[in-house]
């Protein structure tokens, strides 16, 4: 009998039949939406508990089966990749909203809520949760990746914003870490740790938030430029000015052109074009759109349309957040492979015009997009349906990162690493930092069951 059959026999009795072999729902955990190759796990169990991911842990480590965490499916760089002969561990069950604490601003929630339901939750409280990654990314993964969004140039990331974690170890033990306070001096902080480590030290089952009071008054605008430099530098001026915007988004003319396209945007030029939010009291607002339009005539804008109209609002957003259905549906029969690059704010006109550069020599097709604001920007290569296309693609993400690197920045902003980042991490930490986080690995999953092969690159003497 295997190692997996010998777990799934030791957890039936408590899961019955949220053990699941069928192909469908194993093909379903099969991958994310990124281009890697997909792999069907041996076996998919929807854990509904803490205890019950510490059940599911325990056994499998006492029997060396790899366990992969599974959300909503929306990692784009092989998180969620599964070993053939291992679980995955589906988590979206879990989606009770723990407690709230209006008067602190906090709230603790099960790893499957999603952003939009928690915030539904929310509404008639005043208070929002303001990380913004798009999709329907559950709060568990994105703090397992550390991610971001439109909205981080204001709000932070899942960094900044997950105050303490129930989180359960290889071994089974469950530990909590942080807490509700707004900062504390006691101890190694292990949640900064577990956020963004992938699921590679333990699985996240319990996320206390920090929440935010919804703005009084919300603007946006529209701006469009006829150099993309010109644009970029827009983003970057507003930065060094310390406008404080709630959301700054670029999109180059192509990523206009397929927006224009699928979204049905209309009063718009196929033009590299900014996109703005502004948040606060309806004075600070004006206040922040009048510094904004003059920036904007400082850096040759064609127009400035603002409105604080809802519904002009859920369009603009809408688009931005459809951005790679829009490439994919400009180019039929094309699969897309998202980049993701980060600088610090001066190098990035250096690090887009550059990479602007590369995309026209490869003779592919990328849009770019970005949350300019904190340095960070995406490409959409599509990739041909020809025999060498994935190939050509993967050559232009890897001069881009390298770009990034050579401008003191990260190959990942906000997708993390995964498998599609792996090859970049000695380059940007050293041997040494990895060596560190080998040793981390070590000491949290010495039988190497969790996420097994994902960020960390095996080291050659």
């Given at each position: 009998?295997?190692?997996?059959?010998?777990?799934?026999?030791?957890?039936?009795e408590v899961f019955g039949d949220r053990i699941?072999?069928?192909?469908?729902?194993?093909?379903?955990?099969?991958?994310?939406?990124?281009?890697?190759?997909?792999?069907?796990?041996?076996?998919v169990i929807f854990a509904e508990s803490t205890?019950?991911?510490?059940?599911?842990?325990?056994?499998?480590?006492?029997?060396?089966?790899?366990?992969?965490?599974?959300?909503?499916?929306?990692?784009?760089?092989?998180?969620?990749?599964?070993?053939?002969?291992?679980?995955?561990?589906?988590?979206?069950?879990?989606?009770?909203?723990?407690?709230?604490?209006?008067?602190?601003?906090?709230?603790?929630?099960?790893?499957?809520?999603?952003?939009?339901?928690?915030?539904?939750?929310?509404?008639?409280?005043?208070?929002?949760?303001?990380?913004?990654?798009?999709?329907?990314?559950?709060?568990?993964?994105?703090?397992?990746?550390?991610?971001?969004?439109?909205?981080?140039?204001?709000?932070?990331?899942?960094?900044?914003?997950?105050?303490?974690?129930?989180?359960?170890?290889?071994?089974?033990?469950?530990?909590?870490?942080?807490?509700?306070?707004?900062?504390?001096?006691?101890?190694?902080?292990?949640?900064?740790?577990?956020?963004?480590?992938?699921?590679?030290?333990?699985?996240?089952?319990?996320?206390?938030?920090?929440?935010?009071?919804?703005?009084?008054?919300?603007?946006?605008?529209?701006?469009?430029?006829?150099?993309?430099?010109?644009?970029?530098?827009?983003?970057?001026?507003?930065?060094?000015?310390?406008?404080?915007?709630?959301?700054?988004?670029?999109?180059?003319?192509?990523?206009?052109?397929?927006?224009?396209?699928?979204?049905?945007?209309?009063?718009?030029?196929?033009?590299?074009?900014?996109?703005?939010?502004?948040?606060?009291?309806?004075?600070?607002?004006?206040?922040?759109?009048?510094?904004?339009?003059?920036?904007?005539?400082d850096h040759n804008g064609k127009g400035f349309?603002?409105?604080?109209?809802?519904?002009?609002?859920?369009?603009?957003?809408?688009?931005?957040?459809?951005?790679?259905?829009?490439?994919?549906?400009?180019?039929?029969?094309?699969?897309?492979?998202?980049?993701?690059?980060?600088?610090?704010?001066?190098?990035?006109?250096?690090?887009?015009?550059?990479?602007?550069?590369?995309?026209?020599?490869?003779?592919?097709?990328?849009?770019?997009?970005?949350?300019?604001?904190?340095?960070?920007?995406?490409?959409?290569?599509?990739?041909?349906?020809?025999?060498?296309?994935?190939?050509?693609?993967?050559?232009?993400?890897?001069?881009?990162?390298?770009?990034?690197?050579?401008?003191?920045?990260?190959?990942?902003?906000?997708?993390?690493?995964?498998?599609?980042?792996?090859?970049?991490?000695?380059?940007?930490?050293?041997?040494?930092?990895?060596?560190?986080?080998?040793?981390?690995?070590?000491?949290?999953?010495?039988?190497?069951?969790?996420?097994?092969?994902?960020?960390?690159?095996?080291?050659?003497?």
């Open positions: 009998m295997s190692a997996l059959e010998r777990v799934l026999n030791h957890l039936s699941s072999r069928g192909e469908a729902v194993r093909d379903h955990h099969a991958h994310g939406e990124g281009w890697q190759p997909a792999c069907l796990p041996g076996a205890e019950e991911v510490s059940a599911v842990l325990k056994t499998c480590n006492q029997y060396g089966v790899p366990v992969v965490a599974f959300g909503g499916g929306t990692s784009l760089e092989g998180h969620v990749t599964p070993s053939e002969y291992g679980i995955s561990l589906d988590l979206s069950r879990m989606t009770r909203i723990v407690e709230l604490n209006a008067e602190d601003l906090d709230c603790r929630v099960e790893a499957g809520v999603t952003r939009h339901a928690l915030n539904a939750y929310l509404r008639d409280t005043g208070l929002f949760f303001p990380v913004d990654p798009g999709g329907e990314s559950t709060l568990g993964g994105m703090c397992a990746t550390r991610a971001s969004g439109t909205a981080a140039v204001r709000y932070g990331t899942m960094r900044e914003n997950a105050l303490g974690l129930t989180v359960v170890l290889a071994d089974g033990r469950i530990i909590r870490t942080g807490g509700r306070v707004r900062k504390s001096a006691t101890g190694y902080d292990l949640t900064r740790l577990f956020v963004g480590s992938e699921g590679t030290l333990g699985i996240i089952t319990e996320v206390q938030l920090r929440l935010h009071g919804l703005p009084e008054t919300i603007a946006t605008a529209v701006c469009q430029f006829d150099r993309l430099e010109d644009a970029v530098n827009t983003a970057v001026t507003t930065m060094q000015l310390g406008l404080p915007i709630g959301r700054m988004e670029l999109l180059d003319e192509v990523q206009m052109d397929a927006c224009i396209q699928y979204s049905k945007l209309t009063g718009y030029d196929v033009l590299p074009t900014m996109f703005f939010e502004f948040h606060g009291a309806p004075a600070a607002v004006s206040e922040q759109v009048e510094t904004m339009e003059a920036i904007v005539a349309m603002w409105s604080n109209n809802p519904e002009d609002r859920n369009e603009l957003w809408k688009a931005r957040h459809n951005v790679f259905w829009a490439c994919l549906a400009y180019r039929p029969h094309h699969r897309g492979i998202a980049t993701d690059a980060v600088v610090p704010v001066s190098a990035l006109t250096e690090l887009i015009t550059g990479s602007k550069r590369d995309i026209e020599e490869s003779g592919l097709i990328a849009p770019i997009v970005g949350h300019v604001g904190d340095g960070n920007f995406h490409t959409v290569i599509l990739v041909p349906p020809e025999e060498n296309g994935l190939e050509r693609a993967l050559e232009l993400d890897r001069k881009i990162v390298g770009r990034a690197l050579s401008l003191g920045g990260a190959c990942s902003g906000e997708h993390g690493v995964g498998l599609g980042k792996k090859e970049f991490m000695e380059r940007e930490h050293g041997r040494d930092a990895l060596d560190v986080m080998w040793m981390l690995k070590a000491t949290f999953d010495p039988n190497n069951i969790l996420n097994p092969g994902k960020m960390l690159p095996e080291l050659v003497n």
